[in-house]
């Protein structure tokens, strides 16, 4: 590995808690967790103006020693703050309909609704909403394009498929970590042993267009095979 700085943007349920292990593994005492900002959490204005402020508040300042992030934020808050350091971005991607269904699973599982720092998740248990009301509603529609604002996608150096991680993690630690060993070992949806969700073919389809941003997003990058989606090197 050279002294290029890893940005590794964890979009919601792409396996990116696994991930992580592998990455802090590669860069022991050089990692860092980024989870503070929780994105999703807030409005959309709130949220591109908490990244803009966030990266400019960073700028410049993070410690040499540092070499890869990982987390929920908006890759723009990097993308400000870092003017004099080189960085290599790099992001997972699952199907879009899986991953939100997924999401709506994990938000209502083994969780109070007390956290203050969780706004939303607390209205949506609060308010008891089905699935349909979740993967339906504007708040989490498009999650990877509202992440990805003043974000081009030609910036990321790598975007791995979640539902091919095995062989994905293993083409990107052979290139990006210096060859190092690394564990496969996500389920897309681990509490259903990686099983697609069962869902009516109509709701998957009114998913599909209300989330048609990250579907087409989704479809262009998953037709490739990694090497191809080595964007900027």
């Not at 998740?121 to 609060?126: A, C, V």
Request: proline residues 6%; contains cysteine.
């Amino acid at each position: 590995m050279d002294d290029t700085l890893l940005v590794s943007l964890h979009l919601p349920k792409t396996a990116g808690t696994s991930f992580a292990s592998s990455l802090e593994a590669a860069f022991g005492a050089g990692y860092r967790p980024d989870y503070a900002d929780l994105p999703m959490q807030a409005g959309r204005w709130h949220r591109r103006v908490h990244a803009v402020r966030s990266g400019l508040a960073l700028r410049d300042g993070l410690p040499s020693a540092i070499t890869c992030v990982h987390g929920h934020f908006l890759p723009l808050k990097y993308r400000l703050a870092l003017t004099r350091r080189h960085a290599r971005y790099i992001t997972w991607l699952r199907d879009p309909v899986e991953r939100v269904v997924s999401h709506y699973h994990f938000w209502r599982r083994d969780y109070d609704g007390r956290d203050p720092a969780q706004p939303l998740r607390n209205r949506m248990l609060r308010e008891d909403w089905s699935l349909e009301r979740f993967v339906l509603g504007p708040e989490l529609r498009n999650v990877y394009s509202e992440y990805l604002w003043g974000f081009p996608v030609s910036r990321f150096a790598f975007i791995g498929i979640t539902e091919r991680y095995a062989t994905d993690l293993e083409w990107f630690a052979a290139r990006h970590l210096g060859g190092s060993a690394v564990a496969a070992t996500a389920l897309a949806n681990p509490e259903r042993g990686g099983e697609p969700y069962l869902l009516d073919p109509g709701l998957r389809r009114r998913i599909e267009r209300h989330h048609h941003a990250d579907m087409a997003l989704y479809r262009r990058v998953a037709h490739d095979p990694p090497g191809a989606r080595t964007t900027a090197e």
